[in-house]
Nanobody
């Protein structure tokens, strides 16, 4: 079993910054890709950013140039640096990890989410 835990959310003023962290733990052999998703009230969950084990990244158009995703493969962690935050970035942010366990099974694990609120 693989557990994923997010941290770092909170309340920030427009234009401010936050850094989210995500740690995966358990019987992990390898994590192929990690990603951040978000879900605002009344909206569907959407991809914010993703990163492969090799470091390739992709971003939602709405966050390009403002958010940066990174990961530490040795520690099975990922980060999302969010700058120039806007009220429309307000959402619950979820971490996702996709990989294989030491027993050879694939996993696709989600965290419980962390609230990000951008408001003055």
């Amino acid at each position: 079993q693989v557990e994923v835990v997010e941290s770092g959310g909170g309340l920030v003023q427009p234009g401010g910054s936050l850094r989210l962290s995500c740690a995966a733990s358990g019987s992990i052999f390898s994590i192929y890709a990690m990603g951040w998703y978000r879900q605002a009230p009344g909206k569907q969950r959407e991809l914010v950013a993703a990163i492969t084990r090799g470091g390739s990244t992709k971003y939602a158009d709405s966050v390009k140039g403002r958010f940066t995703i990174s990961r530490d493969n040795a520690n099975n962690t990922e980060y999302l640096q969010m700058n120039s935050l806007k009220p429309e970035d307000t959402a619950v942010y979820y971490c996702n990890a996709d990989g294989a366990t030491t027993a050879g099974f694939k996993f696709d694990s989600w965290g419980q989410g962390t609230q990000v609120t951008v408001s003055s």
